[in-house]
């Protein structure tokens, strides 16, 4: 089931689990878009903890579909930042959105290899891997994973960007995985993969404020929290 979702990038993405959903629509007429979706899976992850949204900010969502009711669901929260500690032992996925797009991060601890990372890409009916992106096909249609960027924070607490630059491998079964080289195992490694703001939103605040999380309703006052990881300083533009 989808937990959270933020509609200010493209594609689209929803979290639900251990899986992120990309969500893009594609016009066909005037006045209607046929939907395209790949189910990210974060493959053989066990354990995980429940997304912690943190972050809240003024901005409240409401909501009237029919299938909610004669009242609607109204007053729902938004949140700048969505994690999940532990998708693998000793890495950590956090997701950020701002007036730039959507960052997805992933915060390696010490001593943890980053080859335990693996995207299993559900629904798709091709994939296609390079070094620096990754294109999923849905017939004609498809989504793009560009170029990962990894950092660590050198001895003034400043990122520095690892080279060479990280490289997507195609692991076979619609896996893709991670290849990184030089980089200090006995710091923390941080890879940051960034998708563009969502063009099609207008122009009001909630499509460039600093937030365009919500939970659906009655889930986010379960996880009130603070900040992961903010200590390393993840950078948000």
Request: glycine share 8%; with cysteine.
């Amino acid at each position: 089931s989808i937990l959270y979702y933020s509609k200010n990038s493209h594609p689209e993405i929803y979290i639900g689990g251990n899986t992120l959903s990309l969500v893009a629509q594609e016009p066909e007429t005037d006045s209607t878009s046929r939907l395209h979706r790949v189910d990210l899976w974060h493959y053989q992850s066990e354990g995980w903890s429940p997304p912690l949204a943190t972050a809240p900010t003024p901005t409240q969502h409401n909501f009237f579909f029919p299938h909610c009711g004669p009242n609607g669901i109204t007053r729902v929260q938004g949140y700048r930042r969505v994690s999940l500690e532990n998708i693998y032992p000793g890495i950590d996925l956090q997701v950020y959105s701002n007036a730039n797009g959507l960052k997805i991060y992933y915060i390696i601890e010490p001593g943890v290899s980053p080859s335990l990372l693996k995207l299993q890409a559900v629904g798709v009916d091709s994939l296609v891997v390079a070094p620096t992106f990754a294109e999923m096909y849905l017939g004609s249609y498809k989504l793009i994973l560009p170029q990962v960027i990894a950092y660590q924070m050198d001895s003034g607490n400043q990122p520095q960007l690892i080279n060479p630059p990280v490289i997507y491998q195609d692991e076979g079964n619609d896996i893709i995985g991670f290849h990184i080289a030089g980089y200090d195992p006995n710091k923390h490694l941080i890879l940051s993969i960034s998708l563009p703001v969502n063009s099609n939103l207008p122009s009001i605040p909630q499509a460039t404020e600093n937030l365009c999380w919500s939970t659906y309703h009655g889930y986010g006052d379960n996880f009130p929290g603070s900040d992961v990881d903010e200590s390393l300083l993840v950078k948000t533009d």
